[in-house]
Structures are given as C-alpha cells and as structure tokens.
C-alpha cells in the first residue's frame, strides 16, 4: 500500500504539471494523454493491472482463441487511443445534443397536446375552459421558475450572453455544470411547454456547452485528456452551432449564427470543428423525427412549397426593402423594450421588494396576463391565440394568398388555417393586432427568470409582419406585377420568410438567420430579398440599439468588452495614455515582505507587475496575486518560525551567532559561501523545476525539500543590504550554521503571542525572495501612442485581461478591461480618463507603432552618457523633471 | 506663387505626417480626411479657393437663387463627406465588379458561340472543322498568354494564393494596379473564351481585389482618406467575397468561401461587409441578366428543378458518403498532380530551356493537344467534347435519368443532352471517360500561364462523378430505395450537386461550397447529403495534400506562413527557443557609424533591434534599416563635408580649434554649453516632431533645419567618450564656434578623394546619434518557452515579420516567418533548428506564459545584488558563464 500511495503522488505531481499546459487542442495532445494514462493503468493502480497483465502477455502465449483475443485487444487500444480525438468528441456532442433536441421537442409537444385537450375537451364551459388554459401554463411556468431558481440559478435566460463572456476566456462560476444542465433542460422543457411565446435557441446554445463541458470531464475519465482549457474553449465554440443547429436541423445557419455571437474573431482553422457537429447533429435530429414515423424521410423543420420557376417579381425588391428597414426599427425598439421591462422592474423598489419575497409571483402573473389575452374565444379569437408557435409559424409560411383577390377564388381557411379566419374581421386586422400583442407579450416575456430565447418569438413575429405585408401586396396587385403575358401571382408567404429572417436578424444583429431560414424552409429561392432585408434590417437596428445579447450582457454587467461601433470618430483620437491607470501598485525586485503587505492591502488586481526598483520601473514580468499572497504565507509560516526558534535555540547552544542570525535561518549542508555564489548557475535548473510544483502540492505543508532550501539559504545569504562588506562576513557566519533537515521538529510551538508578533514584524522586515515564485517573464505590453482601436483589437484577438504600458522598458501605467470598457462605451470624463482635443489626430504618428519615441529614448540615453551608474541616481519621480544628479 | 508653393509645403509636410497613422479602417477616418481636405482646399491651393470662396459666402448673400444654392452647396458637402463610408465605397466596387463580371460572361459566351459557329458552318469538311476547332482555341490562350506577359506576369493564375499573402499583410509589388487588371481581364476573357477547362472563380477574387484597391485610390482624389492601409486591407477581404459573389451569384457561398480560403483569423465586425458587397454585386449582376432578357426574374445561376417532397431516402445515404470519400481521394490527386506537372515543367531543364525561349509554345501545345482530344467528331463524341462548361454543368445538373430503367421509359437525349448520348457506347462510359479525361486536361491545363482558375474545371468533374453514381444507383435501384407504397425514383441530379461540392471542396479544402450549389441551384434540399459529403471529402483530403492553394503557395515561394496541421504532435514540443536565430545584428545605443555600415553589410534584415549596450542587451526598440541607412548617408553627405570644410577654414582663421574639431562640425547659436545641456528637456519636444517628416522631404538636401541642428549639436558635444573629463573641454571649445545659417556655402568642393575617404573614416568613428531615427518603441517580443503553437497563432492573429525574444527585456534571440515557416513544415533539422527531445513535452510548464523563468531572473537579481554597476562590468559573451565581475 506504501508503494501504491507513493505512485499515486507521483501521479498527482505529473497531474499537476500537466495541468494548464498551452496547447491548443488539436486531439494529439488528448491521444498523449491517453497513451500516457493507459500506460499508468499499466502498472500505477491497484486493481486493474491484475486483470489486464495477462491480457497483455497474449500476444506470446500460444492457443486457439489467442489471435481473436489479440486483435480485441489491439481494437480496443485503438479505440482508446481514438477517444481523444476530436472527431469522436464531435460525433459524440452531436448525437446527444440531437437526442436532447428531440426528446425536448417530444416533451414540448405533449405538454402542448395536453394543453389542448384539456381546453378541447371542457368546451362546454366557458369558465372551465378558461380556467384550464390559464392555470396550465401558469402551473407550468411557476414550477420551471421555482425548480430554475432553486437548483441552478445560473440556468435563467438565454445564455447566449453568458457563453459569449466565457468564450471571450472569462470563468464564470457554475454556468458549464450538470445542476445548471439539469435545471435548464427540465425548466425549458416545462417553459416551451406552456405555450407562453419564449423560444428554444439561445438556451440550446448553452445546452449545449453544458454538454460539451460534461462530456470532456466524463471522457477524461476514460482516459483522452480532456482538461486542457484551450482545447475546451474551442469545443465550446463548436458546441454552441451545435446548438443552433440541433435547434432548427439548421447546420450552416447555426454555425454561422454562433459565430456571430459568439465571437469577435474567429479562428478559421475552426471552422470544421462546428460545421462537422452540427451537421451530425441536425441529421441525427431529423433522422430521429424518420424514424418515428414522423416525416417520410429528412427534410425542412418548415418546409414550404413556393413555386421554384418565379419566385417573385424585381418590382417587388422594393416591398422588401421596406420589411427590412421596418424590421431594422422594430427590432431595436424590442431590444429597447425587453430592456426597460428589466430596468423597470429592478428600480421599483415597491414592486421589487415585494417580488423579491415571493419570487415565483411574477412569473406567474405574467403568465396570467399572456394567457388570458390569448384565450381563444376571449380576446384571442383575433390574433390567432389558439395556435402554438410552431403552427403560427406554419401558417405564415402558407403557399396560399389569405386576403380575397376577387369575388371568384375566395379562399377556404381549412385546417389550422381557420384560426387566422374571423369571420367579423379580415385578415389584415387579424395580422396586425396579432403583431402588436405577440411584440408587448415577447418583449415581456423573455423577462421571466426561467430559461428562455427571444428568437423564436422574434422569428414569429418577423414572419407575421412580413405576411402582412405579402397580404397587402398580393391584395393591390391581385395579377401580379409582372408585365409579360404570363401571370405570376405575388406569394405572402415569401414575404414571410423574408419578414422572419429580417426581425430576428435585426433583434440579434446577424446576418446569418437569411441561411437559418433557408434551411428552415428548404426553399433557397429568395435568397436575394431576404439577404437585402436582413442586410438592411442589420444596418438600421445596429446604429440604433444594441444586440439583445449585448443589452443583457450590459444588463447583467458581464465582464465583456463591447464591440467598436464603426464610425464612433473619436475612438481614433484616444490613445492608451489617456485611459491608462498610472497610479498603479507595482512589486519591486528589492522590496520587503512587509511592502507585499501593504500592495496586498492596497489592491485588488490579480495579477501585479514586477519592476527592477522603483527608480528605473523596469518592468520585468508580471507576477499572481495568490503568488504574493503564498509568498507572505511563506515566509510567515508556523513552520519556519519553529525552524527559526529551534536554529535560535541551537545558536545559543553554539554561542556563535548574534541577533543577526535571523538572516540566515535555513541553511542547510550546501550553503557553503563559494558554493552557494558559483554552483547555482547551471545545475539550479533541474532542481527549480520542481519548486513550483511542491509548492502546489503543500504551500504552507512544512515538506522541506533540498533544493529548494539550498536555494532559500542562498538568496537569503545574498538578500545582505550592502553586498560587498557585508557579504564577507554574512557567509562566514553562515558557513557555520549546518542543520540538519532528517533532524525531527521537537521544539514545539514555545512563543508567546508577543513573541510571534515580534517574530513576524522581524520577517517582515526581509528582502523578498522571488526565487520560488512563479513570474511571467513576458506580460503584454502596450505604448502610450497605441491608439484606442488597436487596443481594443489586441484585447479581443488575444484575449487579454489587462496590459501594461511601458515607455522603453519602463513601466508608466496599466490599462484593464475596465478602463477599456469605459473608454469605448463613452464615460470619457470619468476618472482617469480624460478627452482628447479635437486636433489630437494631427499630431505626428508616422507609422502604426514606428512612432519616435525620441523624447523618452533620449533621457535614455542621456542617462547612458552622462550618468554611468543610473542607478545610484536619486529617485525620479517623472519623466520630466529629471536633472542629472551625482556628477 | 511664393506664399502657395508654402502652403503647398505646408500641405505635403501635413501629409507626411499623416501617412501610415494607425486607424483600421471605418470610414470616419476618411470622412475626417475629406473634411480636412475641403478646408485645405478652401484656403490653401491656388486656383481653386478663388472659385469657391464666393460660393462659400452665398448663404450671407441675398437673392433668388440664393437658397437653391445654398442647397446644392449642401447637398455637395454632404455627398463629399459620404464618399468617405464604407458603404458606398461597397456599393460601388459591387456595381464595378457587377458589370465586370457581367461583360465578361457576354463576352465570353459570345467567344464560344464563335467557335460553335465556325465549327458547325464547316461541316461540310472534317479537316477544316478539325483546324477551326483546334486554331480557335490556340489563337486565344497564345494571345492570353502572351499578353499577359507582357503587360503584367503578375495576372497569370488564380490570385488566391496571393490573396491570401497580401491580406495576411505582405505587401506583393505590382499586384493590385491597373495593369494587372487590364492584363488579368483580357487574358481571362480570352481564356475562358477558347473552352479550355479553366475557371473564373479565382481570378475574380483577384480582380475583385484590384478594383478595390483601384476604387480606393481613385475615390482618395474626390476627398475621401483611403490611403489607410489597414482599412484597405478590410476592404480586400470583402472584394474576395464579392470576386466570389458576383461570379457565382453567390453572395453568401462567395462570403464563406472567401474567408475560409485567404484568412487565418477572422474578425467578426468586417462580416457584414463582404455580406453587403456580395450581395449586391450579385444582385445586380443577375438583374442585369434579367434586364438584358436573358431571363424573366432574378434566379440561381444552374437553376435546378429537383421534386421538393422527397429529394432523397435515408438509404441513399452511404452512396453520398461515398462520392465524399472518392471525392477527397479525387481532390487530393488533382493537388499532387497539379504540383507534380509544375514541378516536372521546372526540373526538365531541356524543355525547360526551350520553353523559357518560346515562351508561348507551352501554351500553346498544351491546347492543341486538349483540343484535340475533345473534338467532336474525333475522340470527343465519346466525352461529350462538343458542349461548353456551362453546358456540361446544365446537362450534368439535368432532372432527368439517362440510365435505361427498362424498355418501356426509353429515355431520349433532347437538345444539349445529345452531346452525352453516344450510339455504340451508353452513359456509363461516357461519363467514365469524361470524368479521366477532364481530370488531367483540367490538372494541365491550369498550370498554363494565362489568368485562369481551377474551381471550376474542378466542379465539372465532380458533378460528372456524382452523376456517374448517381446513373448507377438508379440503374441499381429502378423503382427507388423506398419502401412503402409510394415509388420515389432516385434523381441522379442531386447526385451531381453532390459529387461538385465535395470535389470542389476537397481540392480548395473549404466547407463553404456547400452553400455555394445551394446558391447555384437554387435548391437547398439536399443539404444533409452534401454536407455529409463535403465533410468527409475535406476530411480525406485535408490528410493527404495541402489545399490547391497552399500548393501552389509553396510553389511560388510567397512568404505565407502554413496552416498547423491538426494532430501533428510534434508541435507541441518545440518552443521558440528551439527554432529562434541567436546569432543576430544589432544596433546600440552606444555604437558609432562604422558599427553601422558593417551591420548593414552583414544582414539584410528589414529591421534591425536596438538594444542598450552589447553587455545588458535591453532591448529598447527596433529601428528599420532603412533608417540606418539614412543616418549613414546623412553623417556621410557631401552638405556635411561641405560644411565641416568650412567650418575647418573658419577654424583655422580663428586659430582656436585643434585638429579635433571635427567633432564639432555643426554648431549654432544655441550651441553654448549651458543651454544645450538643461534647455532641451522639455522645449524641444515640437522641434523634434519635424525632424523625421523634414528628413522625408529631403534626406539628403542639405536644407539645415534650425531646430535639428540645435539638437545635433547637442548630441554631436555629448558623444564624448569620457563624458565628465571631456565634456567640460568640449564645450568650452564649442562655445567659440558660432556659424550662421543664412551665411552661403561657397566654399566648393575643395577635397582631394584621399581627403574624402579620410574624412569619412573620420566620420565613420563617431558615435551614432539616433535622435532623428524613428524608433519603434515596442517591437513584438516572446519568450523562450513559447510555445510553437502559440507563436504560430499570435504570428498569423497579429499578422507579424518577426518577433525578437527576449528573457526579462534582454534580447536572446528573433524568430522571423522563415524560421516558423522551417519548423512547420518539419524541416526542423536545418541550421538553428533543433529537435526536441520526446519527453519534452513532460517539462514543467505550469501557465501558457507564467512559467517561473526563475534562472535568468536570478541572474538580474543577483546582479543587482552584487554589482550595483552592471553596466562597468565587463562584456559577456553568454548568460551561461557569467561569472561577477568588477568586485
């Protein structure tokens, strides 16, 4: 058992050495660390050894089954080694995201069956009827909002937000587990089921990140290394088409669609991860609907049957183009609804208070007003209220013209179709208080805390408003505008297609909801008014409002950085010195335990910069909060003061050191002065490897390890203020001090309270030692000139957090997401953060970053000539007041 | 005239300044511009300003037409400042590109009608049509390749691959001017005019981008700023889509497909600009088909009529699959044989040498011998020989089935569909010798030297192979696959669309041609069967060759840095510190002329990395080498021997300066120790902006500027060697020496050569003063345990040359594209390139950057530690044997 433990730790350190690794995906790393773990369970483990030994020495055993055995062996390594390949990954994501779709849509369409049975079979009453179509979806909503709110509360909403911030590489805490899976599966099911207008996409997409993020941990487990965070955030970009695409059987649409909202920049290589997914995913999802008997064989979620030879007429381009640009305001007006519903429920204390206390409340009454506006024979009867969204979307995309062309063709309603049919109103007036209501209702709606998507409401009433405007069409010009012989009659139901694909563009700012529509209705064949709607619909609603889930996103106070709107002019005339920090806390090579301290206290930063001394402001890396914290940890540790109180106790046996000695507490047989200054070079190297990771594994556990103490011994030999005389003697003194580690700790903790806070105050008082600290040599950097635009690229291409800014190695200043933020969304005035004059953009920039820093490299350079020993020089303040000292 | 050609200096300094500024793009920049350019025009050109004034003054004058005017005024300024936006400048390279595309298609089918006719006019005689038939096409491809060559090389070929390198930031001379275009235009309509397997797709990506980058330049003459690079480079990508869009009216195909085959990293926020372009380039480009009554509405382009109610049975399915499978294998040969021609033509020297004489028999024999073979009456009735590209594809896309399915549905070849129908020979065959033949005629034909792209050639093969299934299955299956009672027929058609979306896909290694025959068609219900396809096409293909366009890439030699190879196992063990020259030139700080001339001679480097001094190796910045250059030239021009003569003369009149006063050849009023050592910190910020925009003006005119010459001076007294004896001597001396500007040089030329040459070994051991080289403050840095792949990722996200390495802001070494280029393409035993270790991968590597570079950093803190004057130590070599010094 000894031995087994003792592997096992092994294990754990390789584990941890691992963890974090920057490799970008790509399988072959997974396909290693399958190789690896196979070859652990090889002979690391307990059990599984004894069974597998055997199995593996067959291959020179002889016997009949030995060569069927071998080749199942050989398949089965194979298959284990294929696990970590990303494809296996994909078809995998695929076929359970499908699985869910389709079980989810089975259950929706239960639910909403039930729903109307229930108010089919009471048509006796009218009361009862009523109560039986408000309650159900009452129930049904409370209870997804109750279950949503106490298992995961992280599920409510899209999620689409939610996932554009984690792709960005921000953790956000508890979004990718299976609690928030369970709750938002099971909540969306019951949401959709209620018949209340919420949609299913934006929740698949974070359905389907939670997917891909379980089933990494749960194939990691067979052994393919799926902890890489690099590899994951790709995988959770291709999960999010998944989703779109298992939604709507839509593979291209989702694709394109997830990477519009997803991302800022997009990593071409990819691109196949997503279409690869997705396309599995929507066949599986449609072979499914095949096998039940649903469908014939694979086709469109809404087919229609426009005819393919005209499909419309050029002179109706113009129609068209006046859906997109009504549906480029309507869908900033609903963003700018959806939005003041949540401000408004949020600053109503009354109101507010009141909810808060009984949660599910609002839901519910929410409920109870859709409900009953929709009631059938109530208000409902003219807009169309006993329909559900998917046969509302049905019967927009109808091939047929509703509104009466003539006395002669008067159309028959048959089927779902009568319950656009009134017979005291025509269909326009249906259509339009249809719109009206659904858009109110939506916008309401999607503000419900249960998970919920606005697209498909959008998508319905795009459709609607697009009906109505193919119905006015085909009513003014009941022949058809063409003005050859043949006569090709105007078909609403194109107008449709075009108006959906134009309001949900315009909603969610993407140009890709044309291809989802394409592949929602199998038709392709008005591709060009509905890319001219969209288009135009994108251009109006984006220089009005900004995208529903960029509004939630602010909302919610995301930590994401907004996009650049194009043709904000003054982004160009700010640069980085104008949003910069320049007050910021910073660690210096030469600093004391207590400084540490006192930057601990003073900031909040996760990460600090680390300059040569506090004259020069070299920035020389940059070094983690949680490292300076263990450092201090350290260094004040029960541990070390024991070791300093026995060393103390052992000098006084010793007679030999004075109150000095504190300097030199741990020293162990290699800290021999001559050792100690020329060994360390090369050798060190093997031994520092390891530091780091001891560390991890007992920060504060007393585990003394050799070299790292040989190291400690030698910094603290060398942390001597003046090196040269005081050097000499420090060795000498330390020479002497030879302890022991194998010596067991039996002094006991003998300080008194005092005596420990006097112990800490003595430590620190001492030089930091960096030497075990993990320091990254290389953070990002940025010069003052760089200009707000390029910033905000860099930011977004890599990723970034925060930067420094330097000047010639010097570091003047920081700049973090949040003043980036604040700069680009117009808080100019703010702290720190200043306008530029309007001529800022006539000063001299002569190439992108080839700017003439001469100023600056001339005091360098100054310094060079005129002070040989810069840094004995006094302490510079700025830049600009600096006068040659010490000459 | 004297105050106008001022201002005009003026003007053309403003200018200077303004050129390179950074501001990606986004149309506000340009409007700025435009704003600024009117202004200058109101008051600062000669001729203009008169005409103008006075209608400037309108509004305050009164009148009838007063108001009109003012109006117009208005109306002029408004359109003045939009000529700027990106949306018109995309309205108009749609429109240009549009009719481009349009009279090209015109011209062409009118080239191929000729050859028809000629053909079909002579059937009287074989011979005669033999020769009209093969002289046609020869005549063509001679012209277009002979004019090609001659007007611009440049135009031969697809122009992806350039694409590609230019939008990766490379600037490629000669390809985006007029020239190119002209040659490119002509040369591919002649091409594509002789019926040779050639495609227009790539060359109109490359056309698309020449009229953008022409667009550009012509519109900056109206106002409008559009000398911005990086915004050019924007407006590329979305002429690649629109090249794509209006050839195939397929804008949202031409979008993805543009951006899967030139971009490495896509932003998101340009997405909506191909849209916009594409979509309206292929809008208008079909409704000038419809206007020209080529057809009655705006419709796909290979329109297809295939049933909408059951396009396929899930049991077709694996036949799909296997068109992908075939058509990866397919598009990997067609690769490899492409590049296996070029390099055959390359390596036979003898033909080689012949050819390189007549430079256009290769062309020419090459369609002789295509032309031949694909005579109808010859070997072409048995590979439909007769019909034309667009032909082939119309029959192949055909709705009908030409296998016999039984005696009674004897199918009969109507019109075009003759070509396919052979008397003593069925389909099969046909088809089979069609698809061989094609194939290496098209593999051939594309390596000729005229404007021609292989997309298309491609695509005919693959249709013909997805049709030669397609027969087969329905041969296989009369009565079709399903099973229940209705007889769905299998459409061999789709199989088409299929089999030309995988081929194409598996040669170009793009997803996106999918969406392109859906546009094409029209018909997007048979989505699940080519995306499956074109799935496991690219997944073949992407495992066997290179795309056609990397290929021929790494023929060309462009400097474009390859793709990562997914699954490659290797790059995660090598970092840059493995692949990185250590051996590089530098400049000091510290570092006098010769220095200087002997770095210029040793490296060709573009830029060169400014480094403190040869022992701390700070990196400070880079400067170009062009700029080292003009430092050189600048200290060794005639102006300053001039002047250090005179100066010498004046010298000697006055008896005061010794020999030494070389050092002190430029000296102004402002040259007296006091002011030249305090006065410059602040104050001569503004004259240190002119100086590099008057070194541009006229770097080597000897136009002494007042405030550089202060500054000189000042540099010229301080580069004293030792600075606190010498200094104080120096000025003492320089004080006397007081020069007028305005005093005329009418000394001569006076110089003996031997004079010179010692003068300017003189002048060569100066020290170099740098304070009028641009400095590029923050060249960008990695670290040594950067990994290959993360390197290779910021490279491409960044579009960078090169990248300096750097341990703790000293210099260790620079990686450049070659050397990531090398250590990609697995080269990785050549000079400077080591292969890691296996267990390489084991190290500890605990953050993507924040690994603990403990080593060098305990270097710098020892040092800073033991020497508290690093830089009197003495030089060293290496960071291994550093050993202190100075103590």
């Not at 000539?865 to 303040?877: D, I, L, V």
Request: hydrophobic share 45%; glycine share 8%; net charge neutral.
């Amino acid at each position: 058992m000894a031995s087994d433990s003792e592997e096992q730790r092994a294990l754990q350190y390789e584990q941890t050495l691992m963890y974090g690794r920057y490799t970008q995906d790509l399988g072959s790393f997974a396909k290693d660390e399958a190789a690896r773990l196979r070859l652990q369970q090889g002979h690391g483990e307990g059990a599984v050894p004894r069974l597998r030994r055997p199995s593996e020495l067959l291959e020179y055993t002889q016997g009949r089954c030995a060569p069927c055995r071998v080749c199942a062996l050989q398949c089965q390594r194979f298959l284990i080694s294929k696990v970590g390949e990303d494809w296996v990954f994909l078809i995998l994501l695929g076929l359970v995201m499908a699985l869910v779709s389709w079980a989810m849509d089975f259950a929706i369409a239960t639910c909403l069956q039930a729903q109307k049975w229930m108010y089919g079979g009471l048509d006796t009453n009218v009361l009862l009827q009523y109560l039986a179509w408000v309650t159900y979806p009452t129930v049904l909503i409370t209870f997804s909002a109750g279950f949503t709110q106490i298992l995961a509360p992280q599920a409510v909403g899209s999620g689409i937000p939610e996932m554009k911030t984690i792709l960005r590489g921000i953790v956000l805490k508890e979004y990718l587990t299976f609690k928030t899976f369970v709750a938002k599966v099971i909540g969306l099911t019951c949401a959709l089921g209620s018949g209340m207008p919420l949609g299913k996409e934006g929740p698949f997409v974070h359905i389907a990140s939670m997917c891909a993020a379980l089933l990494s941990r749960f194939l990691s487990l067979f052994g393919g290394m799926y902890e890489n965070e690099a590899r994951n955030i790709e995988m959770l970009a291709a999960a999010c088409a998944v989703g779109v695409g298992c939604c709507f059987a839509a593979p291209i649409g989702g694709v394109l669609f997830s990477i519009e909202v997803t991302s800022t920049f997009f990593a071409v290589r990819n691109y196949w991860r997503g279409f690869f997914a997705a396309t599995f995913s929507a066949f599986i999802f449609r072979v499914l609907a095949v096998w039940n008997k649903d469908e014939e064989t694979i086709t469109a979620l809404f087919k229609t049957r426009f005819r393919l030879d005209f499909p419309f007429d050029l002179q109706e381009l113009p129609a068209f183009a006046v859906i997109g640009i009504a549906s480029g305001f309507g869908g900033a007006l609903f963003v700018y609804l959806n939005r003041k519903i949540v401000q408004f429920m949020r600053r109503q204390k009354t109101i507010n208070r009141f909810l808060m206390k009984k949660r599910l409340l609002f839901p519910a009454l929410v409920t109870l007003l859709i409900s009953t506006l929709t009631f059938p024979p109530g208000f409902g009867q003219f807009m169309a209220g006993q329909l559900t969204q998917k046969d509302t979307l049905v019967t927009l995309f109808d091939n047929q013209t509703w509104a009466k062309q003539g006395l002669s063709d008067e159309f028959e309603y048959l089927g779902i179709l009568e319950a656009w049919h009134h017979p005291h109103s025509n269909v326009f007036i249906t259509l339009v208080i249809f719109i009206l209501m659904k858009f109110w209702m939506s916008a309401l709606a999607t503000t419900i805390p249960v998970p919920c998507g606005a697209f498909m409401p959008v998508f319905v009433i795009g459709a609607a408003f697009g009906r109505l405007v193919g119905e006015t069409m085909a009513a003014w010009f009941p022949d058809g505008i063409h003005a050859d012989n043949n006569i090709y009659r105007i078909v609403p139901g194109g107008y449709a297609v075009v108006g959906a694909a134009a309001l949900s563009g315009a909603v969610t700012h993407t140009v890709s909801t044309a291809v989802i529509v394409f592949e929602l209705t199998g038709q392709i064949s008005h591709i060009l008014p509905v890319m001219i709607a969209v288009i135009l619909a994108n251009a109006v609603a984006q220089s009005l409002q900004p995208s529903l889930y960029d509004s939630i996103i602010r909302i919610k106070k995301l930590p994401y950085l907004p996009e650049l709107g194009w043709g904000h002019h003054e982004k160009y005339n700010v640069r980085v010195e104008d949003i910069m920090v320049r007050d910021i806390h910073y660690v210096t090579l030469n600093c004391k335990y207590r400084d540490l301290q006192h930057i601990l206290h003073g900031t909040k930063m996760k990460s600090l910069p680390l300059v040569e001394s506090a004259e020069s402001m070299i920035l020389l890396g940059s070094i983690e909060r949680a490292q300076v914290g263990a450092l201090l940890s350290q260094q004040l540790s029960p541990q070390r003061r024991l070791q300093a109180l026995r060393q103390k106790a052992l000098a006084e046996e010793g007679h030999q050191l004075s109150d000095t000695s504190i300097r030199f507490q741990i020293s162990t047989d290699t800290s021999s002065g001559a050792l100690a200054r020329t060994a360390p070079r090369k050798p060190l190297k093997p031994a520092l490897k390891r530091v780091p990771s001891s560390m991890v594994e007992s920060p504060l556990g007393g585990t003394t390890d050799h070299s790292g103490i040989a190291l400690k011994s030698l910094f603290c030999a060398n942390t001597a203020a003046e090196p040269t005389e005081a050097q000499g003697t420090a060795y000498r003194k330390a020479k002497h001090v030879r302890i022991s580690i194998t010596e067991e700790m039996d002094l006991g903790d003998r300080m008194t309270p005092a005596e420990i806070l006097e112990w800490e105050e003595q430590q620190l008082d001492q030089m930091v030692d960096f030497s075990s600290a993990k320091i990254d040599p290389a953070p990002f950097q940025l010069v003052e000139h760089t200009s707000l635009h390029k910033t905000h690229t860099i930011f977004s291409l890599l990723g970034l957090d925060h930067a420094y800014v330097t000047s010639i190695g010097r570091l003047v200043g920081m700049v973090s997401l949040k003043e980036l933020r604040k700069a680009i969304e117009g808080s100019l005035t703010t702290k720190g953060v200043k306008v530029r004059p309007p001529l800022a953009s006539f000063r001299d920039s002569t190439a992108s970053a080839g700017e003439p820093d001469t100023t600056a490299l001339r005091q360098l350079w100054d310094r060079h000539q005129h002070h040989p020993m810069p840094r004995e020089a006094g302490p510079r303040g700025n830049d600009e007041d600096d006068t040659p000292k010490g000459q």
